[in-house]
C-alpha cells in the first residue's frame, strides 16, 4: 500500500510546478497570437521582405562603386 501514496505525493508535489509551466506556455503562445495577428506578417513574408531589400541595397551599392572606378580612372 505504500506505492499509491507515494506516487500519490510525488504527483502532488510537481503539481504546482508543471500548472506553471502551462500557464507559461499558454501565455506565450497566446502572445504570439496577438503579435502575429497585429502585424499580419510572418515569419516567412519578413524573411523575403529582408532578402528583396538586401538585394535592391546590394544593387546601389555596386551602381555606387561603378561610379566611383569610373571618376577614378577618368
Not at 15 to 22: Q, T
Request: aromatic share 10%.
Amino acid at each position: 500500500m505504500q506505492e499509491p501514496h507515494w506516487l500519490v505525493s510525488l504527483i502532488v508535489s510537481w503539481l504546482p510546478f508543471i500548472a506553471l509551466i502551462m500557464v507559461w506556455v499558454w501565455l506565450s503562445r497566446s502572445m504570439g497570437m496577438r503579435w502575429r495577428s497585429r502585424s499580419s506578417a510572418t515569419w516567412l513574408e519578413l524573411t523575403e521582405q529582408q532578402v528583396v531589400e538586401t538585394r535592391r541595397m546590394n544593387a546601389t551599392l555596386e551602381r555606387i562603386a561603378l561610379a566611383l572606378e569610373k571618376r577614378v580612372q577618368g
